[in-house]
């Protein structure tokens, strides 16, 4: 997703989407990764802008949950951009012969449950490690 404004780009973030099983419940994901503005453009809401139409994008594809990491010091700017921070989930990238635990790198979780199979199953996602499955050494 490419955020621009009169020809100039501002603002840039990725949309990976798959299904997780999750405490026997299978669920399609999607989180953000790569989120990135220009810094010519840093403070003048461009970020903001991305990540709530990102939010937006994702919630209407029909997926169940959107769930993604980042710095500690940014899960209060994803939180107000929508997200719900989980600080005792714990998103696992990697493979499960060879996990990559997101707080291994000491990054936070955020999620958002936009579905009602989703939401059913929210409880199931609190203090929970949560496998996505992706290629060795890669995290969302």
């Given at each position: 997703?490419?955020?621009?404004?009169?020809?100039?780009?501002?603002?840039?973030?990725?949309?990976?989407?798959?299904?997780?099983?999750?405490?026997?419940?299978?669920?399609?994901?999607?989180?953000?990764?790569?989120?990135?503005?220009?810094?010519?453009?840093r403070g003048a809401g461009y970020g903001?802008?991305i990540v709530v139409a990102a939010r937006e994008l994702?919630?209407?594809?029909?997926?169940?949950?959107?769930?993604?990491?980042?710095?500690?010091?940014?899960?209060?700017?994803?939180?107000?951009?929508?997200?719900?921070?989980?600080?005792?989930?714990?998103?696992?990238?990697?493979?499960?012969?060879?996990?990559?635990?997101?707080?291994?790198?000491?990054?936070?979780?955020?999620?958002?449950?936009?579905?009602?199979?989703?939401?059913?199953?929210?409880?199931?996602?609190?203090?929970?490690?949560?496998?996505?499955?992706?290629?060795?050494?890669?995290?969302?």
């Open positions: 997703m490419v955020l621009t404004d009169n020809d100039e780009v501002h603002a840039y973030l990725a949309i990976p989407t798959r299904t997780i099983s999750h405490a026997g419940a299978e669920l399609r994901a999607s989180g953000l990764g790569a989120v990135v503005s220009h810094p010519n453009s903001a802008k994702i919630e209407a594809s029909g997926v169940d949950i959107g769930i993604f990491t980042c710095d500690p010091p940014l899960v209060a700017f994803y939180a107000r951009c929508g997200w719900d921070p989980m600080p005792s989930t714990v998103v696992v990238g990697g493979t499960r012969e060879r996990p990559f635990r997101a707080d291994s790198l000491d990054k936070g979780t955020l999620m958002a449950f936009f579905t009602p199979h989703a939401q059913a199953h929210r409880a199931d996602f609190v203090a929970a490690d949560v496998y996505v499955d992706l290629r060795e050494g890669d995290l969302w």
